[in-house]
């Protein structure tokens, strides 16, 4: 078994075939929506393949620290939208294959006028363990 | 209360309660629930016969689940099958678990988490923290793997590869939670082998036990990896070797080799090198050519080349890489050692720093990293090549 995330961000991928902000859509499609994804993780549990899923307020806070003694220095929140990480599921599968395929599903979530929204989702494995036996 | 012996008992009581008539799932669970209910009470009130309380109880629960679900008729033909606990059966319940746990339609982690349950004994809850994943998933995991196999009905003994495969996954995962899953895997071995008396079986039990000794010393109190050859031999367990050897000889002696025992022997000749210098890398060597005939594994040629690195010089070693593919894993390891062997200083910089960014975990690509620097600090220092 492996441990990969899901990641849903807009970083340098291109936009989403349906790409209609969530506010245009009818109510009616929002709920479709968040359905989609709750079922999406309830079937995951069911396959005994799911771990955690969490969605991500769209503003943070940049921080560093400024020196013995000091506060960190804060900073932001930055407008750039397109660096936003929305959410993320992590998953636990037989294979990457398995994940690619279970990446591919939660992008069909449906968006404006019901359709998939096919947003682009990047599919990242975990470090593991180091095994017993390597020689 | 001793937990591995309560563990231990787990797979004879499911036994008792398939043959008194509950089907596998049902006797499971009813087992694990005896175990959970065991885990609880038995700490301050230990019962004097600690397979009959679970046999006792595990009927119990099964009882009330059927009672639950099943109509009055069926209820009252359990009943009636009750009065049967008899001395032991024909077939041997454990070996026959062994077997189903590890079904071939079962996925890997289906058969590994269902064999640490129904032939381990563990909980769920423990299975779920040593695999890092919510215990509903692992729940999930489970009951989907047990109706699978739900049907199975053995008429002959099944496939010990399989079995030896879960116990192999089980004992080099690596992942820890408060069960230690090596020693567990170990304990399952010897349990097999204890019934089965078969070359590959004692082949798995030997390399688990040789590479188990040397467990104190892999790693540093940080969590770092120490490499075999740095490794502080007077930490290896002796008592474990001498096992692992003498298991692994009389393996040997019945002449039919197989892939375990050809590990196993590889890590004995590392057991028996009193120094990284005096390793019989020749006969190391002889061994990986056996493995190589046994499997045509990628890894174990890779494996190859580092040994003819040490055995006849880094050039030899990198001519044995030639032609492999360079997206194995640690294949960009391999390169880096070998060419620093050679003096080759700054290229093997360069491919320690390349095996980092694709080590599959962290400790590695942290001692590679640091193997990265250590090369690049001392090319840095005047006269440093």
Redesign the interface.
């Known amino acids: ?1 492996a ?1 990969y995330l899901l990641l849903k961000h807009y970083r340098g991928a291109p936009a989403s075939v349906n790409d209609a902000p969530m506010d245009q859509w009818t109510p009616e499609e929002v709920s479709a929506h968040i359905q989609y994804m709750r079922d999406f993780a309830a079937r ?9 899923s969490q969605a991500l307020s769209p503003e943070g806070t940049f921080v560093r620290y400024d020196g013995e003694g000091r506060p960190p220095v804060t900073d932001g929140p930055f407008a750039e939208t397109k660096d936003v990480i929305a959410g993320w599921m992590v998953i ?1 599968v ?1 294979s990457h294959e398995r994940a690619l395929e279970l990446a591919g599903e939660l992008s069909a979530a449906p968006g404006a006028g019901g359709k998939p929204i096919h947003e682009w989702l990047e599919v990242r ?1 975990f ?9 | 209360m001793d937990e591995a012996l309560v563990r231990a008992l787990t797979p004879a009581v499911i036994g008792v309660l398939v043959r008194r008539g509950a089907d596998f799932a049902a006797a499971e669970d009813a087992v694990q629930d005896a175990l959970v209910e065991a885990l609880r009470g038995w700490r301050d009130d230990p019962p004097r016969d600690p397979k009959g309380w679970l046999v006792t109880v595990a009927w119990r629960k099964f009882l009330d689940a059927a009672r639950a679900e099943t109509s009055r008729r069926r209820r009252e033909e359990l009943v009636d099958a009750e009065p049967e606990p008899g001395p032991g059966a024909a077939v041997d319940d454990t070996l026959q678990l062994y077997f189903l746990c590890a079904h071939p339609s079962l ?4 058969a ?2 269902l064999t640490l349950r129904a032939v381990g004994g563990l909980t769920t809850r423990q299975i779920a923290q040593a ?4 215990e ?3 729940a ?3 009951s ?1 793997a047990k109706r699978t196999v739900s049907d199975i009905r053995f008429t002959q003994p099944g496939d010990v590869g399989t079995v030896l495969r879960v116990l192999y996954l089980v ?6 939670g408060d069960v230690d899953l ?1 020693a567990e895997a170990i304990r399952l071995a010897r349990q097999l082998a204890d019934r089965i008396k078969h070359e590959e079986v004692a082949g798995l039990l030997a ?1 688990m036990l040789l ?2 000794a040397r ?1 104190p010393a892999r790693t540093r109190a940080d969590g770092s ?1 120490v490499p ?1 050859a740095e490794q502080d031999r007077d930490l290896w367990d002796t008592r474990l070797i001498t096992e692992g050897v003498a298991v692994l000889q009389a393996a040997l002696a019945r002449d039919r080799l197989g892939e375990f025992q050809a ?1 196993a022997a ?2 004995a000749l ?1 057991a028996d090198a009193p120094t990284a210098e005096e390793t019989d890398w020749p006969q190391i060597v002889e061994w990986y050519d056996e493995l190589s005939r046994l499997t045509d594994n990628p890894v174990v040629r890779l ?1 190859r080349a580092v040994a003819v690195g040490e055995a006849d010089g880094p050039r030899a070693g990198l001519a044995a890489l030639a032609g492999l593919d360079p997206d194995l894993p ?1 294949h960009a390891a391999a390169v880096a050692y070998l060419h620093e062997r050679d003096g080759d200083l700054v290229t093997a910089a360069r491919f320690y720093a390349d095996a980092a960014r694709s ?7 942290e001692h590679l990293t640091r193997q990265a620097a250590r090369l690049n600090a001392q090319l840095r220092r005047p006269g440093g090549r």
Do not use: C, W
């Open positions: 078994m441990k995951l549990e069911g396959t005994g393949e799911f771990v955690d636990d037989e494995p470090l593991t363990a180091p095994p017993t036996i390597t020689e | 996925t890997p982690s289906s590994v988490a695999y890092l994943v919510p509903a998933t692992m999930q995991r489970i989907r004992f080099n995962e690596g992942y820890s090596a390399l590479h188990h467990r990896l075999l590990q590889i890590a590392h494996n640690r080590a599959p975990n962290l400790p590695e690509r």
